[in-house]
Structures are given as structure tokens and as C-alpha cells.
């Protein structure tokens, strides 16, 4: 049984952002599930019985290195795709998180060909699938 094909997964997804308008993204690489290539902002799967804040921070610490300073749940999205040809569904409980910029670093060369900071009028090219709705249902949260 697969999390997102065989039942709905549940994600905990994040907008790191420097307080500042700059928020950094991650380029995903050929060890990522999915959508290699493509610049995303982060996402982890929620774990049976444990608690989605924990997730965020521990998602956070694990990819980029650096502690959540303050977070903010933004609300859900229900996520339906295709990838592969095959259908998938997940639950994304987005949330936006204040970090401090100096501490972030790519912690996870072996799926991230590279992280960046970026803001709204410099997006990096090409984006993961799900930014777009993610920016347009956020966009005033997030600036």
C-alpha cells in the first residue's frame, strides 16, 4: 500500500520566508518521488500519531537545517493528480514559517540539486505543479 494511491495522504507543507518578502525553494532532484526538476517550497508527509506541528519543524530542520521561529497555519488543500500516469490524492496542511536565513542550507544534496531565496517578482523556473494553486489561494498570506 502506497501513501497518495492505494489512500489519501496527509502533507504538511511550507512557505519558508525570511520576514523580509524573500522566501527560499528547493530544486528537486532525480532522488525526489516526483516532479524532478522542478522548484518547490517543501512538503512532508504526515506520520501516524504524530502531531502536524512537530512534522513542520522536523520537516524543516531535516531539509534545510534551520528552526521554525514562528509559524502560521494557512489552511488545507485538497491535492489530485496524475504523475506517471497514475492517479494520486493528498491532504496539504500549508503553513507559512518565519526562519532565520543565515541557518538555512541544503541538508539534503542527495534529493535537492540546490535551494535559492526568491520573492514573487524573481520565481525560478520551472515550478513544481501544485505552486501555482499554492500561490494564488496564499498569495496575500504570504506577502
Same mark, same amino acid.
Given at each position: /500500500?502506497?501513501?497518495?494511491?492505494?489512500?489519501?495522504?496527509?502533507? @504538511? &507543507?511550507?512557505? &519558508?520566508?525570511?520576514?523580509?518578502? %524573500?522566501?527560499v /525553494?528547493?530544486?528537486?532532484?532525480?532522488? &525526489?518521488?516526483?516532479?524532478?526538476?522542478?522548484?518547490?517550497?517543501?512538503? *512532508?508527509?504526515l506520520e501516524?500519531?504524530?502531531e502536524?506541528?512537530?512534522?513542520l519543524?522536523?520537516?524543516?530542520?531535516?531539509?534545510? *537545517?534551520?528552526? @521554525?521561529?514562528?509559524a502560521?497555519?494557512?489552511?488545507?488543500?485538497?491535492?489530485?493528480r496524475?504523475? %506517471?500516469?497514475?492517479?494520486?490524492?493528498?491532504?496539504?496542511?500549508?503553513?507559512?514559517a518565519? @526562519?532565520?536565513?543565515?541557518?538555512?542550507?541544503?541538508?539534503e $544534496?542527495?534529493?535537492?540539486?540546490?535551494?535559492?531565496?526568491? %520573492?514573487?517578482? %524573481?520565481?525560478p523556473? $520551472?515550478?513544481?505543479?501544485?505552486? $501555482?494553486?499554492f500561490?494564488?489561494?496564499?498569495?496575500?498570506?504570504? @506577502?
Amino acid at each position: /500500500m502506497q501513501t497518495g494511491t492505494d489512500f489519501i495522504g496527509i502533507g @504538511v &507543507c511550507w512557505f &519558508c520566508h525570511d520576514g523580509q518578502g %524573500n522566501f527560499v /525553494m528547493q530544486k528537486r532532484g532525480r532522488n &525526489c518521488r516526483d516532479e524532478i526538476g522542478k522548484w518547490d517550497t517543501g512538503g *512532508g508527509a504526515l506520520e501516524f500519531g504524530e502531531e502536524i506541528e512537530d512534522r513542520l519543524r522536523t520537516e524543516i530542520k531535516e531539509e534545510f *537545517g534551520a528552526g @521554525v521561529l514562528k509559524a502560521e497555519y494557512l489552511g488545507f488543500r485538497n491535492v489530485k493528480r496524475k504523475i %506517471n500516469g497514475q492517479k494520486t490524492h493528498w491532504l496539504a496542511l500549508d503553513f507559512k514559517a518565519l @526562519v532565520d536565513r543565515k541557518k538555512i542550507s541544503n541538508q539534503e $544534496p542527495h534529493k535537492f540539486d540546490e535551494i535559492g531565496w526568491f %520573492n514573487f517578482s %524573481n520565481l525560478p523556473k $520551472p515550478l513544481h505543479s501544485q505552486l $501555482p494553486k499554492f500561490f494564488k489561494k496564499y498569495k496575500e498570506k504570504l @506577502v
